[in-house]
């Protein structure tokens, strides 16, 4: 089993619409958990960060961690053509303090 | 926010030479780096973490011979891959986190260096 695991997509989603990535983790320990947005031929960019059950909204964008079922997810609303990337699921294992990335999910976001 | 920067951005080599990457933390201090490796259409696959001032630990299957890593101070990182081949061409990223802010361990990406192997 993957330690953090994403379907890899493409999702493809029309503008405007609410566009939802999911992650699942196996660390039943991990504290901490990421999304970051990567351009192609781009480093990856952090979104969010969640610590916590429950949501945290920052914009367009909503972070929902459930600690209890090992997920996190990330909720993009007014999906915009620019939002169109690959997402990185990312969570820092409660043994070290490095973080393990998802493979991703790619997003298109369609006009 | 953190800024963290990578040079150079991009850089093509006969195979055998040497190349050496710096990262390196702009406005804040990093205890801890790390460096990253990404292969087209994959995800990010750690290679090692650097700490400052002792050796760095490397993930399994990195060789540490091969991918020198030295973290000399508190804002500079840097990776040589040594002997290089064309089966390293690859995206060389670094992170660092940025541990003065008590409340988060966020990790903030350098820009990338793409490696080029004739």
């Known amino acids: 089993q993957k330690e953090v695991e994403q379907n890899s997509g493409p999702l493809s989603v029309p503008e405007g619409a609410i566009a939802s990535l999911n992650c699942t983790y196996s660390d039943r320990g991990s504290q901490s958990f990421f999304w970051y947005r990567q351009y192609s031929g781009k480093s990856p960019e952090l979104i969010m960060s969640i610590y916590s059950n429950g949501d945290k909204e920052d914009g367009r964008f909503t972070a929902q961690l459930n600690k209890a079922s090992q997920y996190v997810s990330l909720l993009i609303r007014d999906s915009q053509p620019s939002d169109s990337a690959t997402y990185l699921c990312a969570v820092r294992l409660s043994s070290a303090s490095k973080i393990i990335f998802g493979s991703g999910t790619r997003l298109s976001i369609r006009p | 926010g953190a800024v963290v920067s990578q040079h150079p951005s991009r850089v093509i080599c006969k195979s055998g030479t040497s190349v050496k990457i710096e990262c390196r933390s702009l406005?804040?201090?990093?205890?801890?780096m790390f460096w990253y490796r990404q292969f087209p259409k994959q995800s990010l696959m750690l290679m090692a973490t650097s700490n400052e001032g002792s050796k760095a630990t490397y993930e399994q299957g990195v060789e540490k011979d091969k991918f020198l890593i030295n973290h000399a101070s508190l804002t500079l990182s840097t990776l040589t891959v040594t002997s290089a081949h064309p089966e390293d061409s690859s995206f060389y990223i670094c992170?660092?986190?940025?541990?003065?802010?008590?409340?988060?361990?966020?990790?903030?990406f350098g820009p990338g260096t793409r490696l080029t192997v004739l």
């Open positions: 992170s660092a986190r940025d541990l003065s802010v008590l409340s988060t361990d966020t990790q903030y």
């Open positions: 406005d804040f201090q990093a205890t801890t």
